[in-house]
């Protein structure tokens, strides 16, 4: 793991969710929660208080971004996140950690990695 992305890893589930769901583009609350749902083909649902709760924790922790709205047509109140740089690193990091431990797993029950 790289150094000073230690003490945030591993990410919780809702936190992993959450930064999934911005890697690609900034969104607001209920973006996040759709693409959540998407991307984990509804197995997986954010309720508005466990997302806004940890986006205010990832807020603080600098791994997440609060930005102003995207266009002038934009509801005003609606609040937009995105990946900081860290939060982006800090991705990649646990990224590779849960794919070395999917290997492992895979090498203990002797399964054969899926082909694209």
């Not at 990410?11 to 973006?31: C, F, K, M, Q, V």
């Not at 937009?80 to 990649?92: K, M």
């Amino acid at each position: 793991m790289k150094e000073g992305f230690d003490q945030f890893l591993p990410l919780s589930p809702a936190a992993l969710h959450i930064l999934l769901a911005l890697a690609s583009e900034d969104r607001h609350g209920y973006g996040i929660m759709r693409e959540v749902a998407r991307q984990s083909e509804d197995r997986y649902k954010l309720g508005p208080g466990t997302l806004y709760d940890n986006l205010q924790k990832l807020l603080d922790q600098g791994i997440v971004e609060e930005r102003s709205p995207r266009s002038p047509g934009d509801d005003p109140r609606r609040r937009y996140y995105r990946l900081s740089r860290f939060g982006r690193g800090l991705l990649a990091t646990e990224i590779a950690r849960l794919e070395a431990l999917v290997r492992e797993a895979r090498q203990h029950l002797k399964i054969r990695p899926e082909r694209a």
